[in-house]
C-alpha cells in the first residue's frame, strides 16, 4: 500500500501516512494487522506554537529597528533616517503581523486599523520633510480609500449576497474619486491638470457596471461563470 498523497510506501496497518500525516484507508473499512513499515518515534507530528512563532517575528523586527536607531544616532546625534525604517516596520507590524495574534481576527476591525496606521506614517513623514501636503493631498486619499475599503469588508462580511454589487459600486465610487484626487494634486503640488484622471474612470465606471448589470441578469451572470469556468 502506498500513500495516496506523496507515495510512501505504507504496511497494511498503518493508521496514517508517517510523512504527510494523510489517512490512506476509509474510516469504514476494518484493517488488517500488521506491523508498521517505520518506527512511530521516527517522525513525530510537532506542533509549532503560534505564541512562540509571532513573538520570534516580533524580536527579529525590533532588532533592525534597535540598529538604525543606534546607527543614527551615532552618525547624527538624532533621529533622521531611523524614523522612517522604524515606522515602515511598524506599519508591515500592524498590517501583517498584529492580527495573527489573535485566533479569529476580525477584518472589520483591522482594516481601519492598517490605514490608520498607514495614515499616522505618512503624516510622520510629512511632518518630517516639512511638506504640508498631509492635509491637502495624503489625509483625504487615505481617508477615503480607508473609507471604501472598510466598507467593503463590512459589507461582504456580514451580507452573504450581493457581492457583485458591492464590487461594482466600490469601482464605479473609486473611479468618480480619481478625478477629485486629480484636483487635490493639481491644488497641493500646483501641477496642471492634464485630465489623466478621466481614462481610469471611464475604464472602472464601466467594468462596476458591467459586475452591477451581471448581479442583475441571471442569464448573463450563470453564461459568464460558464465562460469563466467559475
Known amino acids: 500500500m502506498y500513500c495516496i498523497h506523496c507515495g510512501v510506501k505504507l504496511a497494511d496497518s498503518e493508521r496514517c501516512c508517517p510523512l504527510c500525516g494523510t489517512v490512506p484507508f476509509h ?9 508498521p513499515l517505520y518506527p512511530v518515534a521516527c517522525y513525530p507530528h510537532q506542533q509549532v506554537s503560534r505564541v512562540g512563532f509571532l513573538g520570534g517575528v516580533t524580536i527579529l523586527l525590533l532588532i533592525p529597528m534597535l540598529v538604525s536607531l543606534i546607527c543614527d544616532l551615532s552618525l547624527h546625534g538624532g533621529v533622521t533616517w531611523s524614523g522612517y525604517v522604524i515606522g515602515a516596520i ?15 481576527p476580525n477584518p472589520v476591525i483591522f482594516v481601519p486599523c492598517s490605514f490608520v496606521a498607514a495614515g499616522l506614517y505618512i503624516l510622520y513623514i510629512d511632518l518630517s520633510v ?64 492634464t485630465g489623466w484622471s478621466w481614462y481610469p474612470l471611464v475604464a472602472l465606471v464601466l467594468l462596476g457596471s458591467t459586475l452591477i448589470f451581471l448581479a442583475l441578469c441571471r442569464p448573463a451572470r450563470e453564461a459568464a461563470e460558464r465562460k469563466l469556468f467559475l
Open 130 to 193: 516639512q511638506g504640508g501636503w498631509f492635509l491637502g493631498f495624503a489625509f483625504p486619499v487615505i481617508g477615503f480609500a480607508g473609507l471604501l475599503v472598510s466598507a467593503v469588508v463590512v459589507l461582504t462580511r456580514y451580507l452573504r449576497r450581493g457581492i457583485l454589487y458591492i464590487l461594482g459600486g466600490a469601482l464605479i465610487l473609486l473611479g468618480a474619486f480619481l478625478p477629485v484626487m486629480e484636483l487635490l494634486m493639481q491644488h497641493t503640488f500646483h501641477l496642471n491638470f
Open 90 to 104: 511598524v506599519l508591515s507590524y500592524v498590517v501583517m503581523v498584529l492580527p495573527l495574534w489573535f485566533r479569529h
Open 27 to 35: 474510516p469504514d473499512i476494518p484493517r488488517p494487522e500488521g506491523k
